[in-house]
């Protein structure tokens, strides 16, 4: 019965590859189509015509080939999903969660759209590419109608290319990498700021403001963290200030007593820091254990209360920027409020800026969405594309948005480059 | 000069919880030749331990500037027991039942332990990095430029303390020497009348003390725990444990030792993106020269 | 345990099998039946398990589907099964929805990388913990010659289906170049070096400094490879005319490539040179001894697995559209790793199921969540499937510690050393 050790003929392994292979074919079978309305065929060729995409079953939301961008519609008494992409695993998850919170509290906000009840779909995107890609295939399979995240810039650089092929709305509320926007996605914006606007405030304020002459810079070699400070080094040399050393640390060390040691030597009045929480914490307590008594500046990556308990009493006085913020608080202090009384915390350093994209979406969904005979709703993806890139003066918890050609905000009056000083313990608006 | 000083100083101590992580990684890869990769997941555990357990101690009394040793030495213990507990745990259901199985089969079981509990700890905290309260104060000792913190002097001294204790117990007592006749030839030391499952529990089970003391002083140190923490540690502690010689504890230290300083010498002359290159490339020449690690037997069976 | 274990395999598909093969066996008539039949009332039996699933949920037919073709690939070939198995295997994706293909392109690459590192762990008993390393040649190569200078490339315009062999050479002389130092070392020590490699590799695509020695990017500050920034805008491929956009088109690609490597692994591993490593896998003294050349044949596994792992970062790279130095880190070459010795190393059966599995089961468990009227875990599998995979890992282990389908000569080996243990244990 068995064959023997035959040689030249077609043996068991390449059967095997396609053998497994096929059951996983099989098995979407059950999970994407129902067999009712397999109207596949204008997606089998795939990329040339990206909007018409898969139609649906098994969910009822389903995709024709209507407008030239493609339409959604959703069946009556189905649920409008706005996907959410934002990093779930790994110790970046401490910055991925309360986004996902944020953006599930303002969507349970505002709960229904012309009587469609609105739905949040959060999945983990790893703040790494091939995750960011997967979050995306699996929101796009899951037919939503636009997407908030992708968390970090190198999953929204990669996770572009799958939601724009298929013409999706996505608003980031913290890729901030100036990669992202310079993609020339037409479907893409973001309502974190551009690092390109980060890092030139953060240079003017330690140059003109603190008057410091004299930088070290350490970033933590993630897109964002590099960039912000490659950025923050171009701006600050033309000013006229001196960069003394560039570190680098890595992610996930928990010591760096070496570097820190090297920056002493490098006698700076200032060090300047592109990373997130868990490094920049460990970081500013080192640098004054060391006895270093230069300032320490970091950026929206370590904005949040978090930041000033992990370095244990050693980040007092240290500056934080936020990005542009508006200098009437009242939207979000009202957020704040409402974050708190949800979660009985308070919200992360994207939390506003992840309220406002939500909202944003769903302000474009109500301008665009019609209900059509059968009484189901239809949106227009070209049209809710056109609606969010239309945001002109949208009033939001972070500040005055108003997007420009290439999907990134604009600097409006009554905007400047928050800064914030640890006092006491608590972070303290000083710009 | 001063700044050098203090680089080796920096160098020691990371050096010191590598070493002591490498210790159990020595063990139980003399006895079972086995890479156990969830060896720095132990270490984690015990961090977190460390932090639950000083954590509790401060919400009952204050923990003032002096230094609170019963506090501390509960906290050590208990990261132990935690460490030690999973261990045996994790040799029962994981690596037992592999005992016979292909080599690379229990790699992969250990890789799934490893994976398994650093999640699990990232929902059970929900991703938040713990803080450790204030247990050492951390003013510093000055010597010039040079400067100490007192929980450095701790771990530094903790490492080779650790050291002595394990060389001991290896070499002096009974258990350490059933640890060693397994280690040689298990077959052989059954029929001499070992117990050869227990030994290997033991062996775990020192391993993981270790691994958990060491979480707790590195928690004081770094004053902080996350789920994470234990990945880099474990790679690093397992390559100071090939490069010292794996099966050797005094090679074990030395590589630990080795594999720290050089770090923090290349974080000064090449930046710290590049220490893990200098780490490795060392590994490589050592590896050349004396194929059986710096203070390694020389076997000429496969390892 | 071990009655645990005993009691599963007399239970197992396999076992059932193989029963129920010798009861209709018999005559020739079924015997036939049953040869043909398999290869066309499994696939259809998975295929309907997956389209009732639609009021299931889907993981519980990816459970059966595993077991269906777990069932299969135990058994042997014959051609009618390959010509049902290989329409079905082109035609299937049409169904799927985007986020299913995406799963099915990585399962089939994964599947592809492990053939390659199964040449070198499996067939020459290699351990080798950086397999990325040769994955981030190829996906760097095809990046930083089509990309456009925006997003960090030289965009010097060569086509996809030249770059494949190029990644291939380019990633195997990388290979012989890291193999050359290190293939005196044994066993667990070239583990923990070609660990070594794979993480030198990930942190000179990160750093400009180290790039920036081989010559400075001509218009970025970021060094030849574009630092942590990337290279981005990386073109998608044509296939005449046909833009190969999505994760469907390229499936297609890593599919034949999947073949190919599969067909090129079997057919080394039955010549001169599969014989020479199986010799040197078994007691290297006494390869040596007998007269093979150890070291060129241990670099000829090491430069063999690197190109198709060169291949694979190739197709990688035109297929995500973007690399990332942290694309390329020691999660890869673990998985790899896991999914060949879980798949039951030496073969290339294991290696596509271990594929399935491993790549496939995590993201199909982001849909995972229990409902049992009175407990609900609604986001079960979002926030804990790293840790359901982490079990299952130690699971399979437990279970069949030679891998889900070992070669037979493993399965073989692996049965009388336990005997031998046993015996020796009484």
Redesign the interface.
Known sequence: MRTNQGRGRFRAPLLAAMVAIVATAALACGGGTSSSDKTATASAGGGKTPAAGKTAGATSAATSAAGAGGTITIKKGDSIKIGISTTLTTDNAQLGIPIRDSALLAIKTKATIKGFKIEGDPQDDGCAGPASVAAANKLIADKVVAVVGPMCSGGAVAALDPYSQQNILVISSSATNPSVTALGKKDFFRTAWNDATQGAEMAKYAYTTLSKKNAVLVNDQSTYGKGLMDVFKAAFTTAGGKVAGEEQVKVGDKDFGPTVTKIKGENPDIVVFGGFIAEGAILVRQLAEAGITATFMGADGIADQKYIDQAGGKAEGSYVSRGPTPSDQTEYNKFAAAYKAEYGKDPGQFGEQTVDAVNIILAAIEKVATTNAAGDLVIDKDALIAAAKATSNFNGASGIITFDASGDRVITTGTVNRIDQVKSGKLERVQ | MQEYIQLLIDGLTIGGVYAVIALGYTLVYGVLRMINFAHGELFMMGAFTGYYTLNGFQQHSSLNDTIPVFTIAVAIVLGMLVAVALAVVMERIAYRPLRHAPRLAPLISAIGVSIFLRNIMLRVTNAQGKVYPRVFPRTVLEFGEVRVLYVQIFLIVLSFLFLALLYLFIERTKIGMAIRAVAEDRTTAALMGVNVDRTIVLTFVSGAALAGAAGVVYGMYVTTATSGMGFIPGIKAFTAAVLGGIGSVPGAMLGGYFLGISESLSTKWLGAQYKDVVAFVLLVGVLIFRPWGLLGKREDKRA | ??TLREALAQWSPSRLWQRA?ARL?RTSAG?AAL?HGQYVVL?LA??A??????H?T?RW??AM??A??YL??RS??N?F??VV??A??AY?????????????F???LY?MLGIGLNIV?GYAGL?DLGYVAFFAVGAYLFALLSAPE?GGGFDVGTSFWLVLPMAMVVAALVGVLLGI??L??????L???T???G??IG??L??E??TGLIGKHVNS?HGLTN????V??IP?PYFFD????????MYYVV?VG??LA??A??RIR?SRVGRAWEAIRED?DVAAAMGVNTTQYKLLAFAIGASIGGLGGAIFAAK?????P??FN?DVS?NV??LV??GG?G???GV??G??LLI?LP?VL??FSIDLGFVSLD?LG??????I???????V??LR???L?PSRR?AA??EQ??VI?AE??T
């Not at chain 3, 979002?382 to 840790?387: E, F, G, S, T």
């Open positions: 345990m071990s093969e066996g015997a040869r696939p998975a295929i398990a997956g389209l009732a699933a639609e299931m889907i037919a990816f589907i595993i269906a073709s299969m690939l042997s070939t051609l099964g390959i198995l290989g079905m295997l299937l994706p049409e169904h799927m929805d985007l986020f299913e293909r995406g799963i099915l990585d399962v089939a599947a762990v351990l925006v130092p290190v005196r070392l044994r066993g667990d020590y583990a923990i070096v660990l070594g490699f993480e030198i942190i000179m990160n750093n400094g180290a500050t630092g942590s920034v990337g981005f805008s998608k046909i833009k190969l956009a999505t994760p469907h088109e599919l999947c073949l599969a067909f692994a079997e039955v290297e995500q559209s973007a690399v990332f942290s694309d020691l673990v790793l896991a010795i879980i190393m073969n290339v059966r596509v199921l594929s399935l496939g993201d982001r849909d986001n979002a926030d804990y499937r790293l840790v995979f982490g079990a299952a890992l130690v699971a282990m437990v510690p030679e891998g389908l493993r080996e692996f050393a336990r243990e020796r244990a």
